[in-house]
């Protein structure tokens, strides 16, 4: 991918899953990365695996929910790098709960990282981009990728019953792109990603809880929604990262507001 040589590019929940996916994507790509996880040491981790293999990488732990912390993330990569020119909002909790089990604490603690923490990482990112020179002459001056999910798509199946904060919550970051994009035009691009099914551990928590619900065995819960996807297997982190790197890319500098799907057809619009 053309043009992402040297970019300084900041991923939170870096420390495993898809953001530890896109700071691999990233550093192949020559970029200059500021990693950060509210699990600090598995951060330090993604950063050290990619140091070892001659990339520039440095971490730091961040909780998102925090707007200090969120603009300590910016600051570090000001102070080692000069600049930010791509954030990706990554990090991402879920629960599985029946609708009516919920109480105000699950649904605070899920728009809490989910919508706030993305929100709060935007901010701060579009704060610094919009005080730098643009990456070239007639380009933006930085770009923000969040990670949202099909999950924040209208319409339900039946596992919408059992995930409505996590839905609430990825329909709020494709608005809160909307929001952005508008605001921060043309000097900032915002766009979004929107995964299907992506093996990690957030899917296995979630195969774990539902098939406790349904009776199921271990791991049925997965199989049922693997075989769905039209593309025949489940997505991995180096899918997500694909749609990341084009988004980071000058090709793709005319594009902000919108929110993609890229779920092997599971959705399609
Ligand atoms: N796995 C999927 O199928 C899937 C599908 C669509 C969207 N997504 C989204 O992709 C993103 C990454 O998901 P994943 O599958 O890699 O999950 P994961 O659970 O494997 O990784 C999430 C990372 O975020 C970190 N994190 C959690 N709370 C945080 C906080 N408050 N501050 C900073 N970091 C925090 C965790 O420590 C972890 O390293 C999430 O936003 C998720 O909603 C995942």
Request: net charge neutral; proline share 5%; aromatic share 4%.
């Amino acid at each position: 991918m053309p043009g992402l040589t040297g970019l300084v590019v900041a991923i939170t929940g870096a420390g495993q899953g898809i953001g530890r996916g896109l700071a691999q994507a990233f550093a192949a790509q020559g970029a200059r990365l500021v990693l950060s996880d509210i699990d600090g040491p598995a951060a330090e981790a993604t950063a050290a695996a990619l140091r070892a293999a001659d990339a520039e990488a440095m971490a730091l732990r961040v909780d998102v929910r925090n707007a200090d912390e969120a603009a300590a993330q910016v600051a570090t990569a000001v102070r080692h790098f000069g600049r930010l020119d791509v954030m990706l909002c990554n990090a991402g909790i879920m629960q599985l709960k029946p609708l009516l089990e919920l109480d105000a604490a699950d649904w605070d603690r899920m728009l809490g990282v989910n919508v706030t923490g993305s929100f709060l990482t935007l901010q701060a990112a579009a704060r610094q981009m919009l005080s730098q020179s643009p990456l070239a002459e007639g380009r933006p001056r930085g770009k923000v990728i969040q990670i949202a999910s099909i999950a924040g798509r209208p319409g339900a199946a039946a596992i919408a019953s059992v995930i409505a904060p996590y839905r609430a919550s990825k329909a709020a970051v494709i608005s809160l792109t909307q929001s952005a994009a508008i605001t921060l035009a043309p000097h900032i691009t915002v766009n979004a990603i929107c995964p299907g099914l992506v093996d990690t551990d957030m899917w296995r928590a979630m195969d774990r809880d539902w098939t406790a619900l349904q009776g199921l065995p271990q791991g049925e819960a997965w199989r049922q929604r693997v075989a769905g996807v039209p593309m025949g297997r489940p997505q991995t982190p180096q899918d997500v990262a694909g749609l990341a790197l084009f988004l980071a890319s000058p090709a793709a500098d005319y594009m902000t507001g919108q929110s993609i799907n890229i779920d092997g057809g599971l959705m399609m619009s």
